[in-house]
């Protein structure tokens, strides 16, 4: 055998025997299995019925839970979904994203054993069970947080009973091998609130879990199949409606927060062939406010947009801000915006 040979055979990359479909969703169900049986059957008392896990690039969610999303075309059952968003696989630590997937199946635990707050709403129940399991509910995802409301982060108490359950399946070696390479931002572009997964309720119904800050205005927000995305509701939460009648599965007190007691950080494993995005690939969408009205409209670079509104008399539209900071090359053509009445 030549030399270049043996090179050759030293270098090449070693891949797994197993079909890479198999294994990614192997790999989810392995650390599902184990939450189930490590968290939710010995602390809340409960084993969680079989769901399907998929992967689902959803625009600014790290995941989401869907209630009887699938059904059996020949034999009629239903089971949940658990959604997880692979684009963020490469550059959240592991412990972080497998927090996102514990998240999710306290929502479904809570539908299927408890009694959830209305659509969108993560009532004191939900907050006692998550805490319970070592994850402390946080408006922030930081302590100091708020407990309940609209839109929900976390974060792992430390050596509690995830963080525990998550260093033990770890140590068996699991690991996610198949990750996404070009994320959609780098990691130190991640807010520190978005590191544990906050989270959202869709139609469906669906929990979702916004990756991504909303770069909207305060609008609802229509995703691509079809649902609302809901803003984030700043000081107006209320005590949820249901709260008042749930019937507790066992005692579920809120867990009081470690006071000032921040997250520790874990390391995120070498970029290895991930491509990150640069200013060449990002989105270059640009944000226009008309000088009279002050209407908003997104849109691409170098608009000259005017505005058809009532007393507006065709006021220009002022570029206010984008996705990229460079110069703006006015004059490519003229819009005219028709504000309602």
């Not at 392995?30 to 008392?45: C, K, M, Q, S, V």
């Not at 525990?164 to 130190?188: G, H, K, M």
């Not at 409606?241 to 019937?247: K, M």
Request: aromatic share 8%.
């Amino acid at each position: 055998m030549e030399e270049t040979d043996v090179m050759e055979k030293a270098v090449a990359p070693v891949i797994s025997t197993r079909a890479p479909t198999q294994q990614t969703y192997d790999e989810l169900q392995e650390a599902f299995d184990h939450f189930n049986e490590t968290l939710f059957l010995p602390i809340l008392g409960h084993l969680l019925p079989m769901c399907i896990i998929t992967l689902q690039r959803e625009r600014r969610t790290f995941g989401y839970y869907s209630d009887e999303r699938f059904v059996n075309r020949g034999e009629g059952g239903v089971v949940d979904e658990i959604a997880m968003n692979p684009s963020y696989f490469s550059i959240r630590p592991i412990e972080h994203t497998l927090s996102t997937l514990a998240h999710e199946m306290c929502h479904q635990y809570q539908r299927h054993f408890g009694n959830p707050g209305r659509r969108g709403y993560h009532n004191r129940e939900w907050s006692g069970m998550m805490g319970r399991l070592g994850l402390i509910s946080s408006s922030t995802g930081q302590p100091g947080g708020r407990r309940v409301g609209e839109r929900m982060s976390h974060y792992a108490a430390p050596d509690g009973p995830f963080e525990q359950s998550c260093a033990e399946l770890l140590t068996r070696n699991f690991r996610l091998s198949w990750i996404d390479r070009y994320p959609p931002v780098s990691p130190d572009e991640l807010p520190s609130n978005m590191f544990a997964g906050d989270d959202d309720v869709l139609p469906a119904p669906v929990m979702l879990s916004p990756g991504l800050p909303d770069d909207s205005d305060d609008v609802a927000e229509e995703g691509e199949d079809g649902y609302t995305l809901l803003p984030a509701d700043g000081d107006d939460i209320d005590d949820g409606g249901d709260d008042q009648n749930f019937q507790l599965v066992g005692p579920c007190p809120i867990t009081p927060a470690p006071a000032m007691v921040m997250p520790k950080p874990h390391p995120i494993a070498p970029l290895t062939g991930i491509v990150l995005p640069t200013a060449a690939n990002k989105s270059n969408r640009f944000k226009y406010r008309c000088s009279g009205c002050g209407s908003q409209v997104w849109g691409k670079r170098g608009l000259r947009i005017l505005c058809g509104g009532d007393g507006c008399k065709n006021k220009p539209f002022d570029v206010i801000g984008g996705d990229e900071d460079h110069d703006i090359d006015i004059g490519m053509f003229t819009k005219t915006v028709s504000t309602p009445p």
